[in-house]
């Protein structure tokens, strides 16, 4: 007998709404974007859509929302690390404009607790220092100021960033282009899309002039659409099936059968210096093969980052050709993948069964 793992546990007290888990995790729901206690009494979600965090503050900061019906930050915390942590993330929620409140000299003065301590405990549960949590918040909050037709001046005073430069440099590298874009929804970007049917799901391939910017599995060709108007709102986005052949045939060999693609295939996707880190330690992983979020921390020199490296994997725009898919839990679970947990398993199988081919 194996002990279930702690995923495996958590699943089994949502399932049965045990009120004894309240405020021993939230569960996230990918498809709405919400997070709840374990009881919660709203319809149950999809295992495959369904991510565990320790305490609401790491939902959050993974862009989750509380529900509006079970109320999951009031749940009281049973340990009492965790609920330090999620006090010192209300705290910084509180006072996310304020730079003198968040730093930790005040943490460890509002909490009666050393500095080092405060850090620690919070980066432990929370996955990142109370510094990242701050200005992750921050660039939230200046997202939706932005998207809410602010100008860019008032959406830097709402989030706290002190001045417009000071948003620019820190924003910009986040966002993937300056906010002035951002807010326009990046109209100079002109995009080109096609898809095709595969065993695994549509396949959409889209390019800008640069190089390739989205390749994705979506259910059918109308999500896959929708996915990326998502991701542009206001570029000008046409379907190109006959000029984009070459491409999607290229991208659909490495999909399908991992084969190198024929052309250079140029990447044109915004991302941090982390990121691109962590996006071509995936590309080293050969086909057939898995590795952990932590091997890859390590692979990256950064040994305690793993839970960044899921951060990065999950934000990754160009499924397979980066291959996220390969990256598993250190307990062989899969954990998430933006295109679906059950393609990610798909994925896997065929690659293990199947040997590459070589570029034709
Ligand atoms: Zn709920």
């Known amino acids: 007998m194996t002990t279930p ?14 009120k004894r888990a309240d405020g021993e995790f939230v569960y996230a729901v990918r498809t709405t974007g919400v997070f709840c206690r374990p009881s919660c009494a709203s319809r149950q979600p999809r295992r495959e859509n369904v991510r565990f965090f320790a305490l609401p503050a790491a939902a959050e900061h993974a862009g ?6 079970c109320h999951p930050h009031q749940a009281a915390l049973s340990d009492p690390r965790v609920a330090l942590a999620q006090r010192m993330a209300d705290h910084l929620e509180a006072h996310s404009a304020d730079g003198d409140a968040t730093s930790l000299a005040a943490l460890s003065q509002t909490f009666s607790y050393a500095a ?5 405990v919070f980066k432990e549960i929370v996955g990142v220092t109370p510094h990242q949590y701050v200005e992750a918040l921050r660039l939230r909050q200046f997202r939706h100021a932005l998207k809410s037709h602010e100008s860019v001046a008032e959406a830097v005073y709402h989030a706290g960033y002190g001045s ?8 910009s590298d986040r966002l993937g282009m300056t906010p002035a874009q951002y807010q326009k929804g990046g109209p100079m970007l002109d995009i080109r899309y096609t898809t095709a049917d595969t065993p695994l799901g549509t396949l959409l391939v889209a390019v800008t002039e640069r190089g390739v910017c989205a390749v994705g599995l979506y259910d059918d060709a109308q999500a896959a659409l929708s996915a990326l108007e998502r991701e542009y709102p206001q570029a000008g986005l046409s379907r190109q099936d006959e000029a984009l052949n ?5 991208v659909l060999s490495a999909v399908m059968a991992g084969a190198a693609p024929a052309h250079d295939l140029a990447f044109d996707v915004q991302a941090t210096a982390f990121q691109w880190k962590v996006w071509h330690a995936l590309q080293q992983i050969p086909r057939g093969e898995t590795r952990t979020y932590s091997q890859i921390a390590h692979a990256i020199g950064q040994p305690t980052a793993a839970r960044a490296v899921a951060t990065a994997c999950a934000s990754n725009h160009l499924a397979v050709l980066i291959p996220c898919h390969r990256v598993i839990g250190a307990d062989g679970a899969l ?3 933006k295109w679906g947990t ?4 798909a994925l896997l199988a065929r690659e293990a069964q199947t040997e590459p081919v070589a570029a034709g």
């Open 5 to 18: 793992s702690f995923d495996e546990q958590a699943w089994q007290a949502v399932i049965s709404r045990d």
């Open 64 to 69: 989750f929302r509380p529900c509006k019906r």
């Open 116 to 120: 080092g301590y405060v850090q620690e």
């Open 164 to 171: 417009v430069s000071r948003a620019y440099e820190r924003a």
């Open 246 to 250: 070459a491409v999607l045939g290229d």
């Open 335 to 337: 954990r998430g993948y």
């Open 342 to 345: 059950a393609r990610k398993a």
